[in-house]
């Protein structure tokens, strides 16, 4: 019985976080749809409607790791380096948001289909970033017909286009011009976006600044080597480095770190010292 009554409330907690996801109006309505909604889910999914900025989309970006860096072994197995709460929590990110993106190396190894099929909840666009067009059109998001794709090339890529998806080529001299990608999402209405992977993907949106928001979930998985997490520029000094405010959640066996980007402080220690010792989990 307490096993059917939470599977209820948790059911009733999401639907609440969707509607006040989708709706349009100010974040005191949003806040208002969710009360009574689970704590945790709340804290967790709130800051997707209520620091929307104005002009640009939010993004999000993800990325899931072993306790040493790694999203996968040498030979490319990266299911599954997290838990089953991590895939529900990607799930609901994209059923959350407008827009997920991929690269191309994560569509080549996984083959995923970037929907919803976990939670209840709208699939939302797919978007492939595939810069020199090495992708076939056998990959599941360009002939499932589950959601739409966008497949992001670019300029100088001679491939033909895939049947049936839609194509935008976007280059900035050096590779994908993400910015004008982001602006290009935001004319087509879509207000939250989801950098779900993989490594270099979501390492480009960070070294780019664009980024919002950067979920780290870490597995007590120990890989050794194999294909690493987050990829940017070294610094020599501490004090050049990000080190960002941050939310702590625990996810199954799991623990995912929410940095919030917009509020960035000096690498040399953190903006606010702690002290002691906690058991935050």
């Known amino acids: 019985m307490d096993d059917a009554h939470d599977r209820t409330a948790a059911d009733a907690s999401w639907q609440r976080l969707l509607q006040a996801a989708r709706d349009s109006g100010t974040p005191e309505r949003a806040a208002g749809l969710l009360q009574g909604c689970d704590a ?44 089953r709460d991590n895939i529900l929590h990607m799930h609901r990110m994209r059923a959350l948001c407008d827009a997920v993106i991929v690269g191309a190396g994560t569509v080549a190894a996984d083959d995923p289909q970037l929907t919803t099929r976990e939670v209840p909840g709208p699939n939302p666009l797919r978007v492939v970033l595939d810069p020199r067009r090495r992708l076939s059109a056998q990959h599941r998001v360009f002939r499932d017909g589950e959601a739409g794709t966008l497949l992001v090339q670019g300029q100088g890529a001679s491939a033909a286009d895939i049947e049936g998806v839609e194509s935008l080529r976007l280059t900035d001299g050096e590779g994908l011009d993400l910015r004008a990608l982001l602006h ?65 959640f625990r996810m199954g066996s799991d623990v995912l770190f929410d940095l919030d980007l917009a509020e960035r402080g000096d690498g040399a220690k953190p903006g606010t010292d702690l002290t002691g010792m906690d058991r935050i989990l």
């Open 40 to 83: 945790a889910m709340r804290d967790l999914y709130s800051p997707l409607w209520s620091s929307l900025p104005a002009q640009d989309p939010l993004v999000i970006g993800h990325i899931g790791q072993s306790l040493d860096g790694f999203i996968a072994t040498d030979a490319g197995e990266s299911r599954f380096v997290t838990g």
């Open 184 to 248: 290009a999402l935001h004319a087509r209405g879509c207000r939250r976006v989801f950098v779900e992977g993989g490594g270099r993907t979501v390492s480009a949106f960070l070294e780019a600044g664009l980024l919002h928001r950067l979920q780290v979930t870490i597995a007590p998985l120990l890989i050794g080597s194999g294909r690493p997490s987050i990829r940017v520029r070294g610094s020599v000094s501490l004090a050049d480095c990000l080190r960002a405010r941050h939310r702590v």
